[in-house]
């Protein structure tokens, strides 16, 4: 038992310093950083597959504190917020053998729960006001202006029949919604980034014998039925604000759409893949179809949303079945 408790010490030390290492790296040389940022954790969740949960806690506990000796206790901070439960959710779903779904879903909810931790903590330590980043937005936007007045570009769109006022306040306009969407398109991202450290850590796993969830083919994805609750949510919210004029009521409803559109997105591809492989259908036809999608691209992405939109709903792939 004592020498058991030993060799998962020993092995914890080590892991620890390689996932140390890995986020020294991406820290000391921020090209890597967007490579690290994926990786850095899979030693703690082979190490919570192979031993337990509480090495892979003190290994993240000791990897935070040789970080902190290298950059200081903000970047470390930073860093183990963001990542640190990634590593721990993964390694504690994986050893109890949990399925894919259930591990990619509390995947990306502790990724978007890290990213918002992080954003808050973030403001806090800086103490700027909403009022600061509105004003560096519309800094930015007059820079633009002035650099397009230089190029002759300004003087080009009036004679095309634009203003340049109007071209400023629609500058203005599409700065201050991708500035209000910005806590959306963030959690997306680390959702996204969640997933990939899923199909990788999975990797290494297998590569190393261990268990890894099996992760059916991409015909096979599907938002579980409840998950229209959000996109129900998201919109009552938009349209709700919208009407009684509550700009942070209808922000978030926005936010919430914008976390839901790549999972739409994937969903509904996911059935069109799967009608792919169902239909037979000449090589020709479907070259065609393929050509017809990308002349349309606008109209092909809305349909694709919308089949996503339904599919927990309806279950297009039982239906084919006969199920």
Not at 69 to 78: I, M, N, Q, T
Not at 128 to 139: I, N, W
Not at 288 to 316: E, H, K, R
């Amino acid at each position: 038992m004592a020498e058991a408790r030993v060799s998962a010490l020993v092995e914890g030390a080590i892991l620890a310093a390689l996932t140390a290492v890995l986020a020294l790296l991406g820290l000391f040389i921020p090209p890597l950083q967007v490579v690290t940022n994926l990786i850095w954790t899979i030693p703690i969740v082979v190490l919570i597959v192979r031993r337990d949960f509480r090495t892979g806690v003190m290994a993240t506990v000791v990897t935070g504190l040789v970080v902190l000796l290298f950059v200081g206790p903000v970047r470390a901070l930073f860093l183990i917020l963001q990542f640190g439960g990634l590593g721990l959710v993964y390694g504690y779903l994986f050893r109890i053998r949990s399925g894919a779904g259930k591990a990619i879903l509390g995947g990306a909810v502790v990724a978007a729960v890290s990213i918002a931790l992080t954003i808050g903590l973030s403001l806090v330590i800086s103490g700027m006001p909403f009022q600061d980043v509105d004003a560096e937005m519309r800094q930015i936007v007059d820079s633009a202006m002035e650099m397009y007045a230089r190029m002759g570009l300004l003087d080009q769109l009036e004679r095309q029949g634009t203003d340049p006022e109007t071209l400023k306040v629609s500058l203005e306009q599409m700065a201050r919604l991708m500035l209000l969407l910005l806590p959306g398109a963030m959690v997306a991202g680390a959702a996204i980034s969640a997933f990939i450290n899923f199909l990788l850590a999975r990797m290494v796993l297998l590569r190393l014998g261990l268990y890894a969830p099996e992760l059916p083919p991409f015909r096979e994805w599907q938002l579980p039925w409840y998950g229209v609750w959000g996109i129900i949510i998201g919109l009552a919210l938009w349209q709700g604000g919208d009407y009684w004029q509550w700009p942070v009521v209808k922000v978030i409803g926005q936010n919430i759409m914008y976390i839901y559109f790549p999972l739409l997105l994937v969903s509904g591809l996911s059935v069109l893949t799967f009608f792919y492989y169902r239909v037979n259908l000449s090589p020709f036809i479907k070259v065609m179809v393929g050509l017809l999608i990308m002349l349309n691209f606008p109209l092909a992405m809305m349909a694709v949303l919308a089949v996503g939109l339904f599919d927990p709903l309806f279950n297009y792939r039982r239906l084919a079945r006969g199920e």
